[in-house]
């Protein structure tokens, strides 16, 4: 019994050989060739990459070559003439002469001034006393500061106008409710509150800003010769007018 199993046995693996040995050749061939194939394509694409990364890495050389032969790029002193090249400083350095200054933002050392507005113009005037205001007249003048001085303006009901503006022109002011527009002219002015015939020309050659309402603060404006502002001991101003009609 146990040889006819060995028997049986011997047989089905020599079976099983044949049919496996009798199988198709062509088709190892195919299998083979698709792996030949998928490795050739690896090769290739890693290949291409390493060139495509070379061809960059050329291109990058060619152009920085280019921007170093270039017209254009600036030469160092070693190529520049004899006539062109800078010689060193001799002795010491010195300090540049040309240098931009600010005045200090609050200038302690204002001073009192007075001008007497009979028969002037108003805009004439009204454009020293911005000056003055401003410290435009000061060498230290800087626009962001307030370095001005005091003026104290007296006479302001005898300031005139040119041609008939002390009948036409017009000063508006509305209340801000339907209806509440109010016109005045000069002469109006002149007979009720004088001294704001001048604060409205100053006003508008002032910044209009925090900074140009502190500079309004220190016009003092008096309709007549007298004023409070003695003790300051003021300086009396001449004006550009005045100086122009005494030369």
């Known amino acids: ?101 600010f005045g200090p933002k609050y200038n302690k050392n204002r001073q009192w001034v007075i001008i007497d507005a009979a028969g002037h113009t108003v805009g004439r005037l009204a454009s020293e006393i911005a000056s003055l205001l401003r410290g435009k007249h000061k060498p230290s003048f800087t626009p962001n500061n307030d370095a001005g001085d005091f003026v104290v303006v007296i006479n302001c009901e005898k300031v005139r106008f040119t041609s008939t503006k002390d009948e036409t022109k017009q000063y508006f002011n509305h209340s801000g409710w339907i209806g509440g527009l109010k016109v005045t002219t000069p002469a109006r002015l002149r007979r009720t509150y004088p001294t704001r015939i001048l604060e409205k020309a100053v006003k508008g050659m002032v910044p209009r800003n925090p900074l140009g309402r502190d500079q309004m603060r220190k016009l003092k404006l008096y309709a007549g010769t007298e004023h409070p502002h003695t003790a300051q001991k003021p300086i009396v101003w001449s004006l550009r007018s005045q100086a122009q009609a005494a030369e």
Do not use: C, D, Y
């Open 1 to 101: 019994m146990t040889g006819q199993k060995s028997k049986t046995v011997t047989k089905t693996a020599t079976a099983s050989k044949a049919e496996t040995s009798g199988k198709p050749k062509s088709e190892k061939l195919a299998k083979s060739f698709e792996k030949s194939k998928l490795s050739a394509r690896k090769a290739a694409g890693k290949t291409q990459v390493r060139m495509t990364r070379s061809k960059i890495r050329a291109n990058k050389a060619q152009t920085t070559k280019k921007k170093e032969t270039s017209r254009w790029k600036e030469k160092s002193l070693g190529h520049a003439p004899h006539s062109a090249r800078i010689s060193p400083v001799k002795g010491p350095m010195q300090a540049v002469s040309s240098r931009t200054t």
